[in-house]
């Protein structure tokens, strides 16, 4: 893989002019024509005031204006901080002030005040005052979805990123003619992980988030997807033709879902990852067993204690907060990731969060394993298994589903009762509610258990 020296847009805009780079929204952008985008916006930022080291809220759910601010900002030598517009006042009142931002560039309704706003780019202001490309400074603030506390804001070099993605194209063919759709929000690490996959290769990326996912699909090689999105694209029987290659992740992942793909004629890989990593660290071709993979070039596991602990090129410089960057990795240089694994087979395999775990009668229960049962039912597209609290055993699970058609709770014991302990079959069943569904990618266990326990 050849070396990017220059900002990647500018790189293949000299070696690739003419080659479609971007397309989305009924608008198509060759490189050269993508890196002229950039000067413009860039330009019209740093009018603004936006100069290199200066960080810049990007608040907005997905959309080409989004994309191409989040590049011409990074061109800025900007530090970027994509904000999911859903996250609520009052957490970002907290938040916010301990990242140093200088500026909002808000695509969303307004909904964040205490920034200086940045204006739509408008008609050429001039020229873009060159800043130098230089791989180790910090080019965006990606807030961790940690289960309890504020988020964290993990910084990542553009080498970080550029280094994440060759790993997982060392493993996934990219070639040039390919497209990779933006199928997961730039507010999060696999959103990100896309578009510097897409800047690695000098591929093409699509991004329409105004359509429905089987449409958006239309004419795209790529794309990364949550099993969830998966399972609704089989169940409505919609494949794409053009589809061949889906890099699944963000949760476990259902053999049985990868094989009902591969059927369907979508290549599958299943890939391990997180924000502190610049997204993908292992990844395998799907197959029948239910592990991630083995390490990505670069990537190095360490079990201890059945704790995940992680080393990897694509690892985040650290924390951002009070205008210092906070070690996220031991004296080792090891990020210990709070995930429970094991090798087995030479692969990893994930069990689930070491923080879930919950005791019902003295006995541990990692509600993942039993989430991972009810996940092969054919009718479950996602399982949640929570504690509530129960005067007799301390706590007891009782699982969430999103299913298609009803599901009787004997049938849904049946289904476990082979598999399980007693003391781990759920005590209840609830259809998951519409109201959990909205939002990022990932539904925060936090709310399924508070919702949960509201229903005793
Ligand atoms: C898992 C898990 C797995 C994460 N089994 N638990 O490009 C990609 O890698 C990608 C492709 C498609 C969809 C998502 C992705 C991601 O990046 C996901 C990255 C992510 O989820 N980051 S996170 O910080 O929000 O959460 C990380 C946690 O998610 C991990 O620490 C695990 O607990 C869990 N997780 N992949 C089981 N395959």
């Known amino acids: 893989m050849v070396m990017l020296n220059d900002w990647p847009w500018q790189h293949w805009a000299k070696r690739r002019p003419t080659h479609p780079a971007l397309r989305g929204e009924g608008a198509h952008y060759s490189w050269a024509a993508l890196a002229a985008e950039l000067d413009r916006r860039a330009a019209a930022y740093q009018a603004q005031g936006v100069e290199a080291g200066c960080g810049v809220a990007l608040r907005g759910k997905n959309s080409l204006a989004l994309l191409l601010d989040y590049l011409a900002l990074i061109q800025c030598g900007a530090r970027v901080l994509v904000l999911n517009p859903q996250l609520p006042p009052a957490l970002l009142a907290q938040l916010l002030p301990g990242l140093t931002l200088s500026f909002l560039r808000d695509h969303a309704a307004p909904g964040v005040t205490g920034l200086p706003p940045l204006q739509p780019p408008g008609a050429a202001p001039g020229g873009c005052t060159t800043v130098v490309f230089q791989p180790s400074r910090l080019a965006t ?77 239309a004419g795209c090689t790529h794309a990364s997807l949550v099993p969830t999105q998966l399972w609704r694209l089989l169940e409505q029987g919609q494949v794409p033709e053009a589809l061949h290659a889906v890099l699944l992740g963000g949760a476990a992942i259902p053999p049985a879902l990868t094989a009902r793909a591969e059927q369907a004629g979508i290549r599958c890989w299943c890939g391990y990852g997180m924000t502190e990593m610049a997204s993908t660290i292992c990844a395998k071709r799907a197959d029948t067993h239910p592990g991630v993979g083995q390490p990505l070039a670069g990537c190095e596991i360490n079990i201890v204690e059945e704790e995940v602990l992680i080393r990897a090129p694509g690892q985040a410089a650290g924390y951002w907060r009070d205008g210092e960057l906070h070690p996220l990795a031991d004296e080792e240089g090891w990020y210990h990731s709070r995930d429970r694994g094991l090798m087995a087979a030479g692969e990893l395999q994930i069990l689930g969060r070491l923080d879930n775990l919950f005791f019902s009668g003295g006995e541990g229960i990692q509600p993942e394993a039993i989430e991972q049962l009810l996940a092969r039912h054919p009718q479950v597209a996602q399982a949640f298994v929570v504690p509530v609290e129960d005067a007799q055993f301390g706590h007891r699970p009782v699982a969430v589903l999103e299913a298609s058609g009803a599901l009787q709770p004997a049938q849904l014991t049946q289904w476990l009762a082979a598999q399980l302990p007693r003391y781990q079959l759920p005590v209840a069943y609830y259809p998951l509610p519409e109201s959990l569904k909205q939002g990022g990618i990932k539904i925060p266990r936090s709310r399924v258990q508070q919702w949960a326990a509201a229903q005793q």
């Open 141 to 217: 603030l990606t807030l961790t979805s940690g289960s309890s506390g504020l988020p964290k804001a993990a910084a990542h070099s553009i080498a970080a990123h550029l280094a994440s993605a060759a790993g997982v194209l060392a493993l996934i063919p990219f070639p040039a003619e390919a497209c990779w759709l933006l199928s997961l929000p730039l507010f999060h690490v696999s959103g990100q992980g896309i578009v510097w996959r897409w800047l690695r290769a000098g591929a093409a990326l699509a991004v329409e988030p105004q359509l429905p996912l089987a449409q958006a699909l």
